[in-house]
């Protein structure tokens, strides 16, 4: 299962919100070497709102082992704040039915088939979060080589809205993902995932007995 993390539900989930910070300075900072904040080993930014939603994979431990987080454009937004010159295509949205979606990574430590397999499955959690929220459309800036792997080799759509460019020696890209029952269903048939996998009710740290 998926869960959703956000400021009015976190404290179901034990210490999964700082769990997801945690691996977000793992991957984009240690591995990655993103030049942004961080707090006693975990990242964060200005887009850590109130307003911000977090897709996460958790072990049978309770750890955060993959994270997304998804952001109405009805708010400041990163695409909108930091590359509003990267987009040509359309004016930049600003509404509860557009969200964009920043910071996906997938723990490095797992092995690739189980990564593999989260991959997929938060794919179609962000297809469920959309069904669930009236989703029209998530937008956001990757490496082109994560739109295609992430989203296209599982049967997602992906709309470029502005041109390619190179950064630190990655090429990224605008994308829009468009939602409909249609590509939820395309995204079903090609992942092979036919059953609900975003959590609808808090799903709590497992009881750890004391020693």
Known sequence: ??????????????????????LRHRVFIERQDYKVPSWQG???????????????WRD?????????RLSPTSRPYMLQEVWPDKVSEFDLPQSNAIW???????????????RVKIIREMVVAYAEFAE?????????????????SVYARNGWP???????WIQDGVRLGAARLPV??????????KTGIHYTILSSI???MPHVQAA
């Open 180 to 189: 409909s029952p249609e590509i939820t269903q395309m995204i079903r048939d």
């Open 60 to 68: 049978h431990s309770g750890e955060v082992r993959a994270v997304s």
């Open 132 to 148: 669930m929220n009236g989703i029209e459309a998530f937008i956001g800036v990757m490496p082109i080589g994560i739109l295609r």
């Open 1 to 22: 299962m998926i869960d959703c993390l956000n400021i009015t539900n976190a404290h179901h989930y034990g210490d999964a919100m700082a769990s997801q910070h945690r």
């Open 158 to 164: 992906v709309e470029n809205i502005g041109p390619v």
């Open 100 to 114: 964009e979606g920043t910071r996906f990574g997938v723990d490095r430590d797992l092995s690739p088939k189980i």
């Open 202 to 204: 808090p799903h709590p």
């Open 42 to 56: 975990m990242e964060y930014d200005q887009f850590d709102t109130p307003a911000a939603h977090y897709l996460v």
